[in-house]
């Protein structure tokens, strides 16, 4: 029969364990000078109180701290005191001719507040959550929302079960549920996927910056390269960087950055993306454009090219700039009824599936679709011209096809590392999160890794090539 083990050994253990961990929600007070520790024990006070390891955390240089939320319950309050959600996102001060008063409540369902706790009962921790995605429970629009707090501060459903223990959630009123508090929960499955597919992502996506970097100061600094193509080309690679690195940044930052930075951040990636696909849209037209049979503008090749590309920047900057004014003036200026953004709410990112679609996807969708037509037509075009150039039999009719047609393939790789894996992306995320995430990885790190991809397809060809050695050796030889 085996020895029972010391009695002293489990308290010192729980003490160890606890000696290095902050308190739940991180919120103490300092300890009496007179408290004194017999065992795993703190004794406090007179009378003495004791306090057990949980409740307590030695202080390197000596004494000891009190975790206030493991001595009484807690409740997160998102915003500061007297301070509340204001039209859907916002936290603003309130107005004391409004009245509002801050309680617990008990329970929440369909028809308001049914019953809340006492002023008092809950020490009140203020600030936001620091977790990535959170979501909103609104009973008196989805019935399934119904909630109710217990008495340690953990919220639960209408029927019992979990939702989120009390460090997971804060509560706040909002303006537009007539002040009613409501909670604002962190999203487990951000959580998960943090430490899946987001990691390779982002690697992916830091791979790929030095790689656009490179492919944009190639086409930058040989002139040979600066045409119309090479221009549209710059573009679309500049605005990919500032996309990745605006999602980088997001990515790392999400936890910790305040709420006008996070707002920001997620304008830039709204807006350097959007900006991408709209110069590739460019590049797909202007491709369709050369085998249309169109008459060109007026002038000779140079003046032909200035005016379509101040042409095009109007329509790429314009079209980008237009979705994003959209955007802004919808969370500034509309009723929060309105399909509004909501960054900064539950992320640096759109708060509903609705508004990902409306401002973001959706015209991503539109463009991409407009550009597989583009490429069909044209293909069908090249083919008819490919004939054309045989009937006339002309070595330069031969040699214009022949260049048309490698842009043609140029263009089409381009296409399909973006078109293909964005597609792909947008089905990935209008199907949700439904257990099948590993299936979409291959196409996510695909698009992370678009940057190396473009480099491979307009830097490491022949023509470049030769362009970069004449380029370094003109440098070489002039020093």
């Given at each position: 029969?085996?020895?029972?083990?010391?009695?002293?050994?489990?308290?010192?253990?729980?003490?160890?364990?606890?000696?290095?961990?902050?308190?739940?929600?991180?919120?103490?007070?300092?300890?009496?000078?007179?408290?004194?520790?017999?065992?795993?024990?703190?004794?406090?006070?007179?009378?003495?109180?004791?306090?057990?390891?949980?409740?307590?955390?030695?202080?390197?240089?000596?004494?000891?701290?009190?975790?206030?939320?493991?001595?009484?319950?807690?409740?997160?309050?998102?915003?500061?005191?007297?301070?509340?959600?204001?039209?859907?996102?916002?936290?603003?001060?309130?107005?004391?001719?409004?009245?509002?008063?801050?309680?617990?409540?008990?329970?929440?369902?369909?028809?308001?507040?049914?019953?809340?706790?006492?002023?008092?009962?809950?020490?009140?921790?203020?600030?936001?959550?620091?977790?990535?995605?959170?979501?909103?429970?609104?009973?008196?629009?989805?019935k399934t929302d119904s909630f109710q707090i217990t008495k340690t501060g953990w919220l639960?459903?209408?029927?019992?079960?979990?939702?989120?223990?009390?460090?997971?959630?804060?509560?706040?009123?909002?303006?537009?549920?007539?002040?009613?508090?409501?909670?604002?929960?962190?999203?487990?499955?951000?959580?998960?996927?943090?430490?899946?597919?987001?990691?390779?992502?982002?690697?992916?996506?830091?791979?790929?910056?030095?790689?656009?970097?490179?492919?944009?100061?190639?086409?930058?600094?040989?002139?040979?390269?600066?045409?119309?193509?090479?221009?549209?080309?710059?573009?679309?690679?500049?605005?990919?960087?500032?996309?990745?690195?605006?999602?980088?940044?997001?990515?790392?930052?999400?936890?910790?950055?305040?709420?006008?930075?996070?707002?920001?951040?997620?304008?830039?990636?709204?807006?350097?993306?959007?900006?991408?696909?709209?110069?590739?849209?460019?590049?797909?037209?202007?491709?369709?454009?050369?085998?249309?049979?169109?008459?060109?503008?007026?002038?000779?090749?140079?003046?032909?090219?200035?005016?379509?590309?101040?042409?095009?920047?109007?329509?790429?900057?314009?079209?980008?700039?237009?979705?994003?004014?959209?955007?802004?003036?919808?969370?500034?200026?509309?009723?929060?009824?309105?399909i509004r953004p909501d960054f900064g709410i539950r992320s640096c990112w759109f708060a509903?599936?609705?508004?990902?679609?409306?401002?973001?996807?959706?015209?991503?969708?539109?463009?991409?679709?407009?550009?597989?037509?583009?490429?069909?037509?044209?293909?069908?075009?090249?083919?008819?011209?490919?004939?054309?150039?045989?009937?006339?039999?002309?070595?330069?009719?031969?040699?214009?096809?022949?260049?048309?047609?490698?842009?043609?393939?140029?263009?089409?790789?381009?296409?399909?590392?973006?078109?293909?894996?964005?597609?792909?992306?947008?089905?990935?995320?209008?199907?949700?999160?439904?257990?099948?995430?590993?299936?979409?990885?291959?196409?996510?790190?695909?698009?992370?890794?678009?940057?190396?991809?473009?480099?491979?397809?307009?830097?490491?060809?022949?023509?470049?090539?030769?362009?970069?050695?004449?380029?370094?050796?003109?440098?070489?030889?002039?020093?």
């Amino acid at each position: 029969m085996g020895r029972r083990p010391l009695p002293w050994l489990l308290p010192l253990l729980l003490a160890a364990a606890f000696a290095n961990e902050q308190c739940p929600m991180n919120v103490s007070r300092p300890a009496p000078e007179n408290a004194y520790q017999v065992n795993d024990v703190l004794w406090v006070g007179e009378p003495n109180k004791s306090y057990t390891p949980a409740a307590y955390r030695p202080v390197q240089g000596g004494g000891f701290v009190l975790c206030t939320c493991e001595t009484g319950a807690c409740i997160r309050k998102c915003c500061p005191e007297n301070w509340a959600y204001v039209d859907g996102g916002k936290c603003s001060e309130l107005n004391a001719s409004l009245g509002v008063k801050f309680e617990v409540p008990r329970l929440v369902n369909e028809n308001g507040t049914v019953s809340a706790y006492e002023t008092g009962l809950f020490h009140l921790v203020y600030g936001k959550l620091t977790c990535g995605d959170k979501y909103l429970l609104t009973p008196s629009l989805n019935k399934t929302d119904s909630f109710q707090i217990t008495k340690t501060g953990w919220l639960l459903n209408e029927s019992g079960a979990i939702i989120a223990p009390p460090d997971k959630f804060c509560l706040e009123s909002f303006s537009t549920d007539n002040f009613q508090t409501l909670p604002v929960v962190c999203s487990p499955e951000l959580e998960n996927e943090a430490t899946g597919g987001n990691i390779f992502y982002t690697i992916g996506m830091i791979l790929s910056l030095p790689f656009l970097f490179s492919t944009f100061l190639v086409y930058a600094l040989i002139r040979d390269l600066r045409n119309l193509h090479g221009k549209s080309l710059m573009c679309h690679v500049a605005t990919l960087m500032v996309a990745y690195t605006s999602l980088i940044t997001v990515q790392f930052v999400t936890n910790t950055v305040n709420e006008e930075w996070c707002v920001f951040l997620a304008y830039a990636v709204q807006f350097s993306f959007l900006a991408s696909f709209f110069w590739l849209n460019v590049m797909c037209f202007d491709l369709w454009w050369t085998f249309s049979g169109f008459r060109p503008l007026r002038g000779n090749i140079q003046e032909h090219e200035a005016k379509k590309f101040i042409i095009y920047s109007i329509y790429a900057w314009g079209g980008t700039a237009l979705i994003t004014i959209i955007t802004y003036g919808t969370e500034e200026y509309l009723p929060a009824s309105a399909i509004r953004p909501d960054f900064g709410i539950r992320s640096c990112w759109f708060a509903s599936f609705t508004a990902t679609l409306l401002y973001f996807y959706g015209p991503i969708g539109i463009l991409l679709f407009s550009n597989l037509l583009m490429f069909i037509h044209t293909a069908i075009m090249i083919v008819k011209h490919m004939k054309d150039a045989r009937v006339l039999n002309g070595s330069e009719s031969r040699r214009n096809v022949d260049h048309e047609k490698q842009r043609f393939m140029l263009y089409l790789k381009l296409f399909i590392v973006m078109g293909v894996t964005w597609l792909a992306e947008i089905i990935s995320w209008a199907s949700g999160s439904n257990g099948s995430e590993k299936y979409w990885y291959v196409t996510d790190i695909g698009n992370s890794l678009q940057g190396v991809l473009i480099f491979l397809i307009f830097v490491c060809k022949k023509r470049v090539f030769k362009f970069i050695k004449q380029k370094t050796l003109s440098a070489i030889s002039t020093f």
